[in-house]
């Protein structure tokens, strides 16, 4: 089979990659092993308010908005509540909406392949494996989009994530919020080391959560989440109701990678390390790099200029994240309840709860790409 571009994991990042380009007429075959795309969910599904004034999210499938934060220290008392002015947040419903992307990807023109595996590359030719059996793909480009321990990374001879967390939640439906939808935070190391705990109720669902390095849970992923869960703020008194979706997986926080394209393709999203290293956030650092993917393969082709593809460059990009990286060395420090509490005294302050505000209601986003012209041909 032949193709312009084969776009690898039929996330958020692959599916607007893949979109993007169809829309301009090239051909583009999109794999993912997953049978459907609404099960398997690892993401929280947290759109931030940038995200949501720049991109056409379907708006049937978003959650009510959420203006409140309340950060928490270790024993839970006296939180440090943050509210904005305007909408900051809202939750989406993802198995929806990752189906309705997938509509308009093949509105667009996308051949998608579901139940498909990438198997590696020989020749130039990218290997899946299908319900028909074996395939060859001989694409001029490939798209890796398959999260965050990327095969097509592996492939490609391209950079790859090292710095993980991990992390783990249960989404169920609730009765109703008292109070105003509101994203709880909590920060103990003894709970969620190198990260925190959450609770993000927005009166329709909620999704308790704990995260951190992998190594340091004590007692193990799972057992932090049914632990956190049975103290955990902004929930609705009683037990969860007994359907409860479990989520969870690997989460990058190293930054975005350095060598994330060659002659050959480049990467997206997780696989590109296109997360906040502080927030952990990543659905609008997938789709704002998808953006960007979009531009190179599309002047790549439309040129026949493989070399196009050193205008995607994480080394330059990775600059703005500076600050966020020393955040994030900083916050994989607080090893102790202690550190925590004493952390806490300072967020009280009005520089503290400025500093947090900035952070958590910012008008900062993924950086804009920097393109530097082409050598000519001579």
């Known amino acids: 089979m032949n193709a312009d571009v084969l776009v690898v994991g039929a996330g958020l990042a692959g599916l607007h990659t893949a979109t993007q380009l169809a829309r301009r007429g090239h051909d583009v075959l999109l794999a993912d092993r997953r049978t459907t795309l609404t099960g398997a969910i690892r993401t929280t599904g947290i759109f931030v308010r940038k995200t949501l004034d720049d991109f056409p999210l379907p708006a049937e499938h978003l959650g009510p908005p959420i203006r409140r934060t309340v950060l928490y220290p270790p024993r839970l008392d006296r939180p440090v509540v943050l509210d904005s002015d305007r909408d900051e947040y809202r939750v989406g419903d993802m198995g929806p909406l990752y189906a309705a ?122 057992r932090a989440v049914r632990r956190f869960r049975a103290a955990a703020p902004g929930l609705p008194a009683g037990d969860p109701p007994e359907d409860v979706e479990l989520r969870g997986g690997p989460i990058p926080v190293g930054g975005l990678l350095r060598r994330i394209a060659c002659a050959d393709g480049l990467l997206v999203g997780d696989a590109a390390g296109a997360v906040s290293p502080l927030t952990a956030g990543g659905l609008d650092p997938c789709l704002r790099l998808s953006d960007h993917a979009a531009d190179v393969l599309d002047e790549a082709l439309r040129t026949g200029r493989p070399d196009v593809l050193a205008h995607y460059d994480g080394a330059a990009l990775r600059t703005s994240f500076r600050g966020r990286l020393a955040l ?40 804009d790409a920097v393109r530097v012209p082409a050598p000519a041909v001579v």
């Open 328 to 367: 994030r060395r900083g916050l994989a420090q607080v090893r102790t309840p202690a550190m925590a509490t004493a952390a806490f005294a300072l967020l009280r302050t009005p520089p503290g709860r400025a500093a947090a505000r900035h952070v958590l209601f910012g008008d900062r986003s993924f950086p």
């Open 101 to 222: 992307a997938a509509r308009t990807a093949a509105d667009a023109g996308v051949r998608i392949a579901l139940g498909t595996r990438y198997a590696g590359r020989r020749d130039g030719v990218s290997l899946l494996s299908g319900p028909d059996g074996p395939l060859g793909v001989r694409a001029r480009f490939v798209v890796g989009a398959d999260g965050t321990r990327s095969r097509v990374a592996r492939d490609l001879g391209l950079d790859r994530n090292t710095r993980l967390l991990v992390g783990a939640e249960e989404v169920f439906a609730v009765p109703g919020v008292d109070g105003p939808p509101a994203f709880h935070c909590v920060l103990d190391p003894s709970l969620a080391p190198g990260y925190l705990a959450w609770v993000v109720n927005d009166g329709e669902h909620a999704h308790v959560g704990v995260a951190g390095y992998a190594d340091r849970f004590p007692d193990g992923l799972r």
